[in-house]
């Protein structure tokens, strides 16, 4: 499985791969995660790539992504690479829905900043919402895994007053993918 989040600097898209990489560990998956981000890190562009398999990881690219999460409209040109039966996961609060990508995945525009303010009054969380999406429409972690995983990851960043809000923020995430 081959994941891509991407999008502006401080929209959390790091810490998206590196929560969906904590949950395909604990799923017993090999795992890789990298980044990159712009010299500017808030507002440069930035994204996560995780990479996670039963069997051994043979390299560290990622070249037909099964999934890529848009967070903003330049984020939109990872589509290109998807993989015909994958998933393309659109935040529609910033990306207009007269804007397309050219791809045969299945296309998910969901508004994570406004499923965040719903569920925690924050705006912070949207990347978890994105991240409960994700586990939803790949379903081969288990949602409660992922949800244990993330609240450890936290956690060893000094943020466990953040885990009540940040799963309801990636519940409401994982409930809006049908």
């Known amino acids: 499985m081959e994941i891509v989040f991407a999008g502006f600097g401080g929209q959390g898209v790091l810490t998206s791969g590196l ?5 395909a560990m604990k799923g017993g998956y090999r795992t890789l995660w990298s980044s990159t981000y712009g010299a500017a890190m808030r507002g440069g562009k930035a994204y996560s790539l995780v990479k996670f398999d039963k069997k051994p990881i043979s390299a560290p690219v990622i070249t037909e992504p099964d999934v890529v999460v848009a967070m903003n409209q330049p984020s939109l040109d990872f589509a290109k690479s998807l993989k015909d039966d994958g998933v393309l ?4 609060d910033i990306i207009d829905e007269g804007v397309t990508a050219e791809t045969k995945a299945r296309v998910i525009r969901i508004p994570v900043t406004s499923l965040a303010i719903e569920a925690t009054k924050r705006a912070q969380p949207a990347n978890v919402v994105a991240v409960g999406a994700v586990i939803k429409a790949i ?5 409660d895994q992922s949800i244990s995983a993330m609240k450890e990851y936290f956690e060893e960043q000094g943020k466990a007053m953040f885990n009540e809000s940040n799963e309801a923020a990636f ?7 049908q």
């Open 171 to 177: 519940m409401a995430g994982y409930n809006y993918v």
């Open 139 to 143: 379903g081969i972690i288990d949602k």
């Open 89 to 92: 996961i659109i935040n529609s």
């Open 19 to 23: 929560i969906v990489a904590y949950a």
